[in-house]
C-alpha cells in the first residue's frame, strides 16, 4: 500500500477492461486475471482515503434525467405493461421467474418509457395516467397516502465524513405504476415492470436500491391482493431472461393486518412466495393511510443492498415489478431511487507511531449489522487455490470471528494478533500443525441488509492485508548502580526482514510519559542510560521497518532505586522462653523484605534458616515469640529497577539486595515442682514447699490471687498456714535472675469425710457382698463389729468390699494429709436369712381319679415362691393349685419349690407327691347257704374310707340291708327271713381320706338260690 498506488489502479483498471478480460475468457484463465487485479484493488487504496465519492458506473439509478441516460453503453432502461386477463392470478415464483401476472403487454424502449400511457384512466397522481415517471419534486408528497409519503427519501442524504461514509444526494425518484383502478377492460395497464441492464464491475457490484409503495388493500388473499417484486435476472443459453439463485427475489403482497382471507372462489395462497403482509399499523414499515374495502396501505422508505460480485463482468437485469389487484379494482404502485458502489473494503495503510493497529478495514455505512472475519490459512490456501477474492471462491476458506474493536461496526481495527494462521500439512487438510503467526491474511466482512425488516439477508466483501507493523518487543538488563541497558528485539511477524532495527531511536525522558525534552537520545539497535536519581524515568522506543512511514513507538517507564541500606530494630534483645519480640525493619525508601529465622527443627551449634512464608512474608514489621538460647535474625531488603510497557502493561525487574543480621537472648522460665498438706483437718496447719528446677537464685511470694501479690503471706520456698475455709488455694510467684516469671498453686481441703454403702439401705444376703466407700479425706481406717473376717486385708483403703455372716457395723475414720483424724462415721450391713422349706398338700397324695392337689409355701423368711412342676409347668404364689395327670403307674411325682426372701435370694426345695389308686369291686350275683364261698355280698378293696355307707333295696324299694363297715358281709335276708331269689339295687356312699367330697357308686346284685 504505497502513495503512488492510487493513480497506477485506474491505469490498470483500464487495461484490464479494454484488453485483456476478453482474450482471458476465452482462454479460459478469467480466474487468474481476477485473483491478480483483486490483490492489487485491495492492497493498494490510498493512505487516508477515508469516504466514497458518488459513483456513475451505473447510470440512470442515482437522480436521472430520462430513462435514456446511459446513452450507447450497456447501462438502460426497458418497460412492459402488465395485464390480468385471467380471474386467478398465479403465485410468483422466485426461482422460475414468472411474475404471476397472466400476460405483458409491448416491451418499450428507454426512449418509449416517458410515454407509457393508460387510457380511460386518471387518478390524484401528478401524470396519473402514465406508468413510468421521473419525479423530480423533492419537497412533494403522495396524495394517497394522506400526505405522509414524500415522493423522494431524501432523509438518506448525507454529508458524513465518518471513513467508510458513503455520501448520497437523491433528488429524484422513479414511479413505476399509474395509480388507476381501470379494472378488466384495462388489462395491459393492470400492472408496471421496470427493468434496468447494466453490465457488473468492480466499481457497481454493490447495489443499493431506495424503494416505497403505495396499494389499495382488499381483503383478498395473497395471490389476489396487489404485488410488488424486485429480482435479479440472467440470459441462459437460449438467450432469454432467467432468475438467478444465488441473488434474491423480493416480493411484497399487501393484505390488511396480517389477515390472509379467500372470498372469491378460485382464490388460493402462495406457500413459495416471500410473502410480507401488513402487521398493526407502523411495523415492519408498512402503515395504513386509510381504511375500508378500497383503504390505502403504504411502505415507507427503505433501502436494501444487492451484492452482485458473484457475477462481476456479467451482462444483469434488474427488474421492479407493480401491479394490482388480480381484479384490476386495486391500485398498487412504487417508488424507486438507487445507487451503486465498489465492491471494495478500504484500507488506511500502515498507522504509525503508538497505535497498535496493522491497519484499519472500512466498509460502507449505513447497514444493518456487520460482522468481521480473518481466514484460518492465510491468503490463498490452500496451496493449490488458483481463485480467490472478489468475484472468486471463497469456498475453501475456513473463518474465524473476530471481535469489532471499536463501537462503529464498518470498521475494523487490524490487530498483529489477527493474522493468526493454522497451516495445514496436506491440500487435503486432514491434518493441522498448530497455530503459528503469519504477515498476510484475507479478512471478510459480512453485511446484512433487508428489504423488509422480518427478512434480512447478507452480502460479503473480501479483502486480502499484509502486515508491515512492527511488534514492539525489548528487551532490557538493569543494574543496582542505575545503569539500564536496552535492545530492541522488535519484529513484524511472519517477515523479519521489514524491521531495521539499527534505525531505532531511543529517547530518555525525566518523567513517565515522555513529554518535554529527552534528556538523551540514542540511535541503534541498543541503548545504555545511567540514572543519577530516584525519579520514575521515560524512554520512548522507535522501530522503524524498510518503508520509513510505517513505524511503532512504545513509552517503557523506568523505576531508578537506590541501592538498600538494610537496617534492623528490635524491640527487645532479652526475651523469657516463648515470650514474643517485634523486629522493624528501618531500611529507608520503598523495599520489599524477607525476614529469615532459625529453622525450628534444628539443634546444636549447626544453625539452619527457615524463610517467613505466607502470610507477613514481606511486612515491614513481624512479631513472634523465640525459644531457643540464642536466636539469630536475618533481614534481607530488595529493591528494583524496573520498566513497564505503558502500552502491553508487561515489564522486567532486577533486584538489589541488602542483608543485616542480629540475635535476641532467650533465658528459660522456672520449671515448678509444689509439694505439701493438701487435705488437713479442721484447725489444723498446711505445709507447702516449691522448688524451681534448673535455675538457681529464684524469689518466691506466696498470694491468695493469681497474677497480683497481695502480701499477708510469708515470702520464701515454704508455706505454713492454717486454711482461711473449707478449701483455699495458695498461688506463689517465682523469678528468675533474668527476671523470667512462672506460676504455680497449692489447694489445701479441710477434711469433711463423706461415707457411702452399696446398697444404699445395707442389706444382703448370706454370701453377698456389700461395698463401702470413703469421699474427701486423704486416707481412712476402717474397723467392723462384730470381727467380720471379709474385711481383712482393706482396713486402710478408700473403699472396702465386705461378705459378713451376720449383721455387722462397719466404721470409718477420715484422716488429713498430715494424719489427723476426723469424725468416725459408721454404716450398718444387716443379713437376711434365706428361706427355711415346709409345704403343705391338700390332699397329701395324688387321687387318680381326682388328681388336683393344692400346694401351700409355709417356710420360714420366705416372701414369694416358684413352682416347677413334673411336666414342666411352671406357676408363681405362695400357694397353687395343680392337677397331676397320667400319673398312673408311678408311686409318686417330683415338685421343686423355690421359695424366695425380702432381697429376693432363693432357697431350693425338691420334694415327691405319693400317687393312690383307689378301686371297688361289687359282685354282680352271690348264692346264700352255698358252699362254693359265694354265699355271701361283701366288697373287695385295698383302701381305706374315712367315710363308708352301703344301701340295699328291693324291687318294692324297701331297705333291706345298711351297714357303714367297709367290711360289711349281707347273707341275702332280711329281718332274719332269706329274701326271695331275684335282682336288689346297692347304692355306696364314701369319702376317700383327705377329701370332703362324697363318692357314689349304685348297681345291682342278683341273689340266686
Not at 503467526?437 to 466483501?461: I, V
Not at 531495521?500 to 540511535?523: H, K, L, R
Amino acid at each position: 500500500m504505497y502513495p503512488w498506488s492510487k493513480w497506477c489502479f485506474g491505469f490498470m483498471v483500464l487495461i484490464y477492461k479494454w484488453i485483456i478480460i476478453d482474450t482471458m475468457k476465452k482462454k479460459n484463465v478469467f480466474g487468474t486475471m481476477v485473483l491478480l487485479l483483486t490483490a492489487v484493488l485491495a492492497g493498494s487504496t490510498a493512505i487516508g482515503q477515508t469516504q466514497w465519492s458518488q459513483q456513475v458506473a451505473c447510470p440512470g439509478w442515482n437522480n436521472p434525467s430520462s430513462f435514456t441516460q446511459g446513452g450507447a453503453l450497456v447501462n438502460k432502461y426497458s418497460g412492459q405493461g402488465i395485464g390480468i386477463s385471467s380471474s386467478n392470478k398465479p403465485c410468483p415464483n422466485p426461482l422460475t421467474g414468472t411474475t404471476g401476472a397472466s400476460s405483458f403487454g409491448t416491451t418499450y424502449t428507454a426512449a418509449q418509457l416517458a410515454g407509457v400511457q393508460s387510457g380511460g384512466c386518471s387518478s390524484s397522481l401528478p401524470n396519473s395516467a402514465k406508468q413510468f415517471v421521473i419525479v423530480t419534486d423533492v419537497n412533494g408528497h403522495d396524495p394517497n397516502t394522506a400526505n405522509n409519503l414524500p415522493y423522494v427519501p431524501t432523509h438518506f442524504n448525507t454529508t458524513d465524513t465518518t471513513p467508510g461514509a458513503i455520501n448520497t444526494n437523491i433528488t429524484k425518484s422513479i414511479r413505476i405504476g399509474d395509480g388507476c383502478s381501470a379494472g378488466s377492460s384495462n388489462s395491459d395497464y393492470s400492472g408496471a415492470q421496470l427493468n434496468y441492464t447494466m453490465r457488473v464491475t468492480e466499481d457497481n457490484a454493490m447495489l443499493y436500491i431506495y424503494y416505497a409503495i403505495v396499494a389499495e388493500a382488499p381483503t383478498h388473499n395473497q395471490s389476489g391482493n396487489p404485488t410488488f417484486i424486485i429480482r435479479t435476472m440472467k440470459k441462459n443459453n437460449a438467450g432469454q431472461w432467467t432468475q438467478i439463485n444465488d441473488t434474491l427475489a423480493y416480493y411484497i403482497s399487501s393484505s390488511v393486518n396480517g389477515v390472509t382471507q379467500g372470498t372469491t372462489g378460485g382464490e388460493h395462497t402462495c406457500p413459495n412466495m416471500s410473502n410480507v403482509t401488513l402487521a398493526a399499523n407502523g411495523q415492519t414499515g408498512w402503515h395504513q393511510a386509510s381504511s375500508g374495502y378500497n383503504g390505502v396501505v403504504y411502505k415507507d422508505w427503505e433501502k436494501v443492498c444487492i451484492n452482485l460480485s458473484n457475477h462481476l463482468y456479467d451482462t444483469l437485469q434488474i427488474q421492479v415489478l407493480i401491479y394490482d389487484c388480480i381484479y384490476n379494482a386495486h391500485y398498487a404502485y412504487a417508488y424507486i431511487a438507487g445507487e451503486c458502489r465498489p465492491m471494495t473494503i478500504q484500507t488506511a495503510g500502515c498507522p504509525p507511531g503508538l497505535s497498535t493497529d496493522v491497519t484499519t478495514l472500512t466498509a460502507a455505512t449505513n447497514m444493518r449489522n456487520y460482522v468481521w472475519y480473518a481466514s484460518e490459512w492465510g491468503v490463498g490456501e490452500p496451496a493449490n487455490a488458483a481463485n480467490f477474492g472478489p468475484g472468486g471462491d471463497f469456498s475453501h476458506y475456513t473463518w474465524r470471528q473476530l471481535t469489532p474493536n471499536e463501537s462503529t461496526d464498518h470498521i475494523y481495527h487490524v490487530q498483529a494478533s489477527d493474522f493468526r494462521v493454522t497451516r495445514r500439512l496436506s491440500p487435503a487438510g486432514v491434518a493441522q500443525a498448530v497455530d503459528s503467526m503469519g504477515n498476510q491474511q484475507t479478512f471478510r466482512c459480512k453485511m446484512t441488509s433487508a428489504l423488509d425488516p422480518n427478512k434480512p439477508f447478507d452480502s460479503y466483501l473480501y479483502v486480502n492485508v499484509q502486515n508491515t507493523k512492527p511488534t514492539m518487543d525489548v528487551d532490557s538488563l538493569f543494574m543496582c548502580d542505575g545503569t539500564a541497558k536496552l535492545w530492541n528485539r522488535s519484529y513484524v511477524p511472519g517477515d523479519p526482514t521489514l524491521v531495521v532495527n539499527s534505525q531505532t531511536q531511543w529517547s530518555f525522558y525525566n518523567n513517565p510519559f515522555c513529554e518535554g525534552t529527552a534528556i538523551d537520545t540514542v540511535t541503534g539497535d541498543s541503548a545504555e542510560y545511567v540514572f543519577t536519581d530516584t525519579e520514575l524515568k521515560g524512554v520512548r522506543v522507535r522501530t522503524f521497518t524498510t518503508d520509513p512511514s510505517c513505524y511503532s513507538d512504545a513509552i517503557y517507564r523506568i523505576q531508578p532505586r537506590e541501592h538498600p541500606n538494610a537496617r534492623m530494630t528490635i524491640s527487645a534483645h532479652v526475651l523469657c522462653d516463648a515470650d514474643e519480640t517485634t523486629m522493624i525493619d528501618s531500611t529507608s525508601g520503598d523495599n520489599t523484605r524477607m525476614w529469615i529465622f532459625r529453622s525450628a527443627i534444628d539443634t546444636g551449634d549447626v544453625i539452619r534458616y527457615d524463610t517467613l512464608r505466607g502470610e507477613g512474608e514481606n511486612n515491614r514489621s513481624v512479631t513472634r515469640p523465640f525459644t531457643h538460647a540464642v536466636e539469630p535474625i536475618k533481614l534481607v531488603v530488595n529493591n528494583g529497577t524496573y520498566f513497564v510497557d505503558m502500552v502491553t502493561g508487561n515489564g522486567d525487574t532486577v533486584w538489589c539486595t541488602s542483608t543485616v543480621m542480629d540475635t535476641v537472648s532467650v533465658f528459660l522460665h522456672p520449671e515448678l515442682e509444689v509439694t505439701g498438706d493438701t487435705v488437713v483437718c479442721q484447725g489444723s496447719q498446711t505445709n507447702a514447699t516449691v522448688r524451681a528446677l534448673g535455675v538457681e537464685g529464684c524469689t518466691y511470694e506466696w498470694s491468695r490471687t493469681y497474677g497480683t501479690v497481695t502480701g499477708g503471706l510469708p515470702s520464701g520456698p515454704t508455706l505454713c498456714v492454717t486454711p482461711y475455709a473449707d478449701t483455699a488455694t495458695y498461688f506463689v510467684k517465682v523469678t528468675s535472675p533474668q527476671e523470667c516469671v512462672a506460676w504455680d498453686s497449692i489447694h489445701a481441703y479441710v477434711v469433711r469425710p463423706q461415707l457411702e454403702m452399696l446398697p444404699v439401705d445395707g442389706r444382703i444376703c448370706p454370701g453377698d457382698v456389700a461395698t463401702l466407700t470413703g469421699h474427701e479425706a486423704d486416707h481412712y481406717t476402717w474397723s467392723a463389729s462384730p470381727a467380720d473376717p471379709s474385711l481383712a486385708g482393706q482396713e486402710n483403703s478408700p473403699q472396702i468390699r465386705v461378705s459378713p455372716s451376720v449383721t455387722t457395723v462397719y466404721t470409718m475414720v477420715g484422716h488429713g494429709t498430715n494424719n489427723c483424724n476426723a469424725t468416725p462415721l459408721t454404716k450398718t450391713v444387716t443379713i437376711v436369712p434365706l428361706p427355711v422349706p415346709s409345704v403343705k398338700l391338700t390332699p397329701g397324695f395324688i387321687d387318680t381319679d381326682n388328681p388336683k392337689v393344692v400346694l401351700r409355701d409355709q417356710s420360714t423368711y420366705g416372701v414369694a415362691s416358684s413352682w416347677l412342676f413334673n411336666n414342666g409347668e411352671v406357676a408363681t404364689g405362695r400357694e397353687v393349685s395343680h392337677s397331676f395327670d397320667n400319673c398312673i403307674g408311678f408311686d409318686s411325682v417330683p415338685v421343686t419349690l423355690t421359695s424366695y426372701n425380702s432381697l429376693n435370694c432363693p432357697t431350693e426345695y425338691p420334694f415327691q407327691i405319693p400317687v393312690n389308686v383307689f378301686t371297688v369291686w361289687f359282685p354282680s350275683a352271690f348264692t346264700p347257704g352255698s358252699s362254693d364261698g359265694n354265699d355271701k355280698f361283701t366288697i373287695h378293696t385295698i383302701n381305706e374310707y374315712q367315710y363308708f355307707h352301703i344301701y340295699i333295696y328291693n324291687r318294692r324299694g324297701e331297705l333291706v340291708y345298711d351297714s357303714d363297715d367297709v367290711h360289711f358281709e349281707w347273707d341275702g335276708t332280711y329281718n332274719g327271713d332269706p329274701c326271695p331269689q331275684g335282682a336288689y339295687v346297692y347304692i355306696c356312699r364314701f369319702r376317700k381320706p383327705g377329701t370332703t367330697t362324697l363318692s357314689s357308686v349304685q348297681g345291682t346284685v342278683t341273689i340266686i338260690r
